[in-house]
């Protein structure tokens, strides 16, 4: 079982920046890929950033790609997602998942395990 919790988000302007994190408990966390999603409103969950098992590989959906960074620290259990050059297109919940695979990213029935989510609002 591997249980998550995100914390980090809020009220940003635009070209702000966010660091959300993403807290596990569990023994098997190290062994887990993890993912990062979002649900815009009137939107289906979308996948934003993947990092696998080891942090070796890291995947962008394009829309944030150059503007957020996906890291992990094993040893603290902890998944981070580092938002810069905010849109308002970016407000939205986002949710860190646990993947035992970390191969296909976009697909939501790939991961085990989901937070709860932590609200990022972009504002004008």
């Known amino acids: 079982q591997v249980q998550l919790v995100e914390s980090g988000g809020g009220l940003v302007q635009a070209g702000g920046s966010l660091r959300l994190s993403c807290a596990a408990s569990?023994?098997?966390?190290?062994?887990?890929?993890m993912g990062w999603f979002r649900r815009a409103p009137g939107k289906e969950r979308e996948f934003v950033a993947g990092?696998?098992?080891?942090?070796?590989?890291?995947y962008y959906a394009p829309s944030v790609k150059g503007r957020f960074t996906i890291s992990r620290d094993q040893a603290k259990n902890t998944v981070y997602l580092q938002m810069n050059s905010l849109k308002l297109e970016d407000t939205a919940i986002y949710y860190c998942?646990?993947?035992?695979?970390?191969?296909?990213?976009?697909?939501?029935?790939?991961?085990?395990?989901w937070g709860q989510g932590t609200q990022v609002t972009v504002s004008s």
């Open positions: 998942a646990a993947c035992p695979y970390g191969s296909n990213w976009y697909n939501r029935l790939e991961y085990d395990y």
């Open positions: 569990g023994r098997t966390f190290s062994s887990y890929a």
């Open positions: 990092i696998t098992w080891s942090g070796a590989g890291t």
